[in-house]
C-alpha cells in the first residue's frame, strides 16, 4: 500500500526556515509529480506547490502565497519530497501534507500523507 | 475568499441523499475537471471524485459527481453516519495558474 509520511514540522519564530520531508513508503515516486497543500488550523485547504518528475523536467510552481520564500525539491535516489520554507509568517501556520498528483493530471492530488504541522509563533 | 463557492454545511438523515454544489467560473470548472475530497476532522483528505465524475477504485459507487457549466454537484445518495465529514471541490484555475479549493462543506448526518 501505498504510504506518504511528512516530518520535519515544530513551532518556529517568524523569520525562521524549517524543511520538511515526505518519504513514500511502498512505492517509488520517481515517475510521480507531487505536490504540498497546506490547511490552517480550523480552515480549508490550501495549495502550496508541486514538482514535476524529473522526465517531464522536475520543475516547481507556487501558489502566490508562498512564491519567493518556499521551495520544493525532490531526491528520487531517497524516495523523498522536501519543502524548504524560508521567511517564515505566522500566516503560514499549517499542517503541510504532500501528495502524489493523479497520472494524466497535472495538479489532481490523489494519495495523501497525514501531516505535519508547522506553528510559526513569537 | 474562495474562488469556489460551497454551502458552509448541510444534513441530512440515514438513507437519504444529498448534494453538495460547488460554483465557480469559466477560469476554473467551466474548462477544467473537478475533483472532490473527503476530509474526516483530525485526519487527511481523500479523493472521492476525480475528472468530474470518476471514482477512484474503493470509493462506493454511493458517491457520484456531475458538473454543469460553471459549477459541479457531489451527490451522496444512503446516507450513512461515517459520511459525517468535512467535503471540499476542487478544479485548475487560470487566472491563478494552479489548483484552488472550495472552502469546504461540513455534512452532518442527523
Known amino acids: 500500500e501505498v504510504q506518504l509520511v511528512e516530518s520535519g514540522g515544530g513551532l518556529v519564530e517568524p523569520g525562521d526556515s524549517l524543511r520538511l520531508s515526505c518519504v513514500c513508503s511502498g512505492c517509488s515516486l520517481i515517475n510521480a509529480w507531487l505536490s504540498w497543500v497546506r490547511q490552517a488550523p480550523g480552515k480549508g485547504l490550501e495549495w502550496v506547490g508541486r514538482i514535476k518528475n524529473e522526465a517531464d523536467g522536475g520543475t516547481t510552481d507556487y501558489a502566490a502565497p508562498v512564491k519567493d520564500r518556499f521551495i520544493i525539491s525532490r531526491d528520487d535516489s531517497k524516495n523523498t519530497l522536501f519543502l524548504q520554507m524560508n521567511t517564515l509568517r505566522t500566516e503560514d501556520t499549517a499542517t503541510y501534507y504532500c501528495t502524489t498528483i493523479l497520472p494524466g493530471s497535472r495538479w489532481g492530488f490523489h494519495v495523501w500523507g497525514r501531516g505535519t504541522l508547522v506553528t510559526v509563533s513569537s | 475568499q474562495s474562488m469556489l463557492t460551497q454551502p458552509p454545511s448541510a444534513s441530512g438523515t440515514p438513507g437519504q441523499r444529498i448534494t453538495i454544489s460547488c460554483s465557480g467560473s469559466?477560469?476554473?470548472?467551466?474548462?477544467?475537471?473537478v475533483f472532490w475530497y473527503k476530509q474526516v476532522p483530525g485526519t487527511a483528505p481523500k479523493v472521492l471524485i476525480y475528472?468530474?465524475?470518476q471514482r477512484p477504485s474503493g470509493v462506493p459507487d454511493r458517491f457520484s459527481g456531475s458538473h454543469s457549466g460553471t459549477s459541479a454537484s457531489l451527490a451522496i445518495s444512503g446516507l450513512r453516519s461515517e459520511d459525517e465529514a468535512h467535503y471540499y471541490c476542487a478544479a485548475w484555475d487560470d487566472s491563478l495558474s494552479g489548483p484552488v479549493f472550495g472552502g469546504g462543506t461540513r455534512l452532518t448526518v442527523l
Open positions: 469559466s477560469s476554473n470548472i467551466g474548462n477544467h475537471y
Open positions: 475528472n468530474y465524475n
